[in-house]
Nanobody
């Protein structure tokens, strides 16, 4: 069964850090484009960061550039999102998604697989 499972969310004070994990089962990330997205209450889902599983190219939204870092651990078949200097505006449900043979940051509608999401809450 193909599955993505996010973990690592929680409640943190502004300025703090969290590391989100996205573990894959049923496939490996080698030939996938992987994206992290978030959706805050009352807002549309937005892209946060992407990585190409084949060549390691990365992308960050302007709102998180310099604070977030995406990486993969192929041995654990896991993608991480290290989030530093968190702000209340980062509060959202965070999702990871994967697209087979995707390039970098495909449109949201193109992703093959989605995780269930993990809640991140940043208090001021």
């Amino acid at each position: 069964e193909v599955q993505l499972v996010e973990s690592g969310g929680g409640l943190v004070q502004a300025g703090g850090s969290l590391r989100l994990s996205c573990a894959a089962s049923g496939f490996t990330f080698d030939y996938y484009a992987i994206g992290w997205f978030r959706q805050a209450p009352g807002k549309e889902r937005e892209g946060v960061s992407c990585i190409n599983g084949s060549d390691g190219r990365t992308y960050y939204a302007d709102s998180v550039k310099g604070r977030f870092s995406i990486s993969t651990d192929n041995a654990k078949n896991t993608v991480y999102l290290q989030m530093n200097s968190l702000k209340p505006d980062d509060t959202a449900v965070y999702y990871c998604a994967a697209l087979l043979y995707g390039d970098l940051c495909p449109d949201q509608d193109e992703y093959d697989y989605w995780g269930q999401g993990t809640q991140v809450t940043v208090s001021s």
